[in-house]
């Protein structure tokens, strides 16, 4: 029974190292796009040409893991489907569309509520209510953000900005929901489809004129070095892309959709360092202490989730049960876990009578 609580244990612990790795990477495609898009690219083009690099980097990958069950792609494909047009496309569009109406600073504001959006789906949708902590840690990560945003100085009142900015909120918190389904479905094979289906339709969407795409060749400049462009464009679609994608997929099914959503914070925090490496532009105090408060808000909810059983105490399959279905959004009710845990005790008790 020690052995399911510290698989439990690797398991949480695994799954927040690949969420900081998913958001660090996802950090890094901020400034590696804005040198891009000094060089003359279409915000549009880089997102394409990002994605679909990255399905085409995982496809080698996820075709062996799927051995020909092509069944358990067709039983997906609602899945599938769902995380590369809301997920990948529609977020990306819905994010620089409102860019194109308002503050950069603001619309990545708006989108980065997407935690407070998971948490309210999950109470709705499979009636997990949040607890204190994860109260108080939302409120710690979104103060933070604002701090690190520094938005204050200038808020947009656009409303066709602020409803694409919500758009990209939702999209975003679709990502994590999703992301957290499908478990046997690899979450390679998840990322791979989704990208692709992602990268066509931004594709299909620029031939139709919603959105501009314009690629060149010209060297791509940063703080302290040019470099040629096809480096950006490898980093940003292998690193920032399939290697983000995939990790994240990973620890959301560790984790959940609301812990790893709070984890997926840290990503601002990251793009600000790249930002201060690739393009000189330095972090303020003020953005610093946004930081640390992002990290507390983290740690917040992490102690707000359920925790797992002492050493050495008895581990009920129930709790197992319930534990795995909690990463897709359902839980069993606590009723049926305190009867398990008694009836398990009972019939230990009674073993060791004999």
Not at 117 to 145: E, S
Not at 199 to 216: K, N
Not at 272 to 285: K, N, Q, T, V, Y
């Amino acid at each position: 029974m020690v052995t399911l609580t510290n698989d439990s244990a690797i398991r949480m612990r695994s799954g927040l190292l690949l969420a900081l790795a998913s958001a660090t990477s996802f950090g890094l495609s901020g400034p590696l796009a804005r040198g891009l898009m000094n060089a003359g690219w279409s915000a549009a083009a880089v997102v394409a040409a990002r994605v679909i690099l990255a399905g085409v980097v995982l496809l080698p990958l996820a075709l062996p893991q799927l051995r020909g069950n092509w069944k358990l792609v067709r039983a997906n494909a609602s899945l599938i489907g769902a995380y590369g047009l809301v997920a990948v496309a529609g977020t990306q569009l819905a994010y620089f569309n409102a860019v194109a109406h308002m503050e950069v600073g603001t619309a990545l504001l708006i989108e980065y509520t997407a935690p407070i959006a998971v948490v309210g789906w999950l109470w709705v949708r499979h009636r997990q209510q949040p607890g204190a902590a994860t109260i108080g840690g939302a409120v710690l990560g979104i103060t933070g953000l604002l701090l690190v945003l520094d938005v204050a100085s200038g808020l947009s009142t656009d409303p066709i900005g602020i409803a694409w900015a919500l758009a990209a909120m939702v999209g975003a918190a679709a990502y994590f929901v999703l992301s957290a389904q499908g478990g046997d479905l690899p979450g390679t094979v998840l990322a791979c489809g989704g990208l692709l289906i992602g990268g066509l339709t931004l594709i299909l969407a620029g031939f139709a004129g919603i959105v501009p795409l314009r690629a060149t060749t010209e060297p791509v400049a940063f703080a302290d070095f040019t470099t040629p462009w096809w480096i950006p464009i490898l980093l940003i679609g292998i690193v920032t892309a399939a290697i983000a994608y995939v990790t994240g997929i990973a620890a959301t099914r560790r984790l959940g959709s609301r812990l790893a959503s709070f984890v997926a914070l840290t990503e601002v925090l990251a793009a600000l360092i790249f930002a201060w490496i690739l393009l000189g532009e330095a972090p303020r105090p003020i953005q610093l202490l946004g930081g640390a408060l992002i990290l507390i808000g983290v740690v917040t909810v992490r102690l707000g989730e359920p925790g797992d059983t002492p050493p050495g105490a008895v581990r009920p399959a129930g709790l197992r049960a319930a534990t795995d279905d909690s990463l897709v959004g359902h839980r069993v009710g606590g009723d049926a876990i305190d009867g398990e845990c008694h009836r398990q005790r009972t019939d230990h008790s009674e073993s060791d009578d004999d």
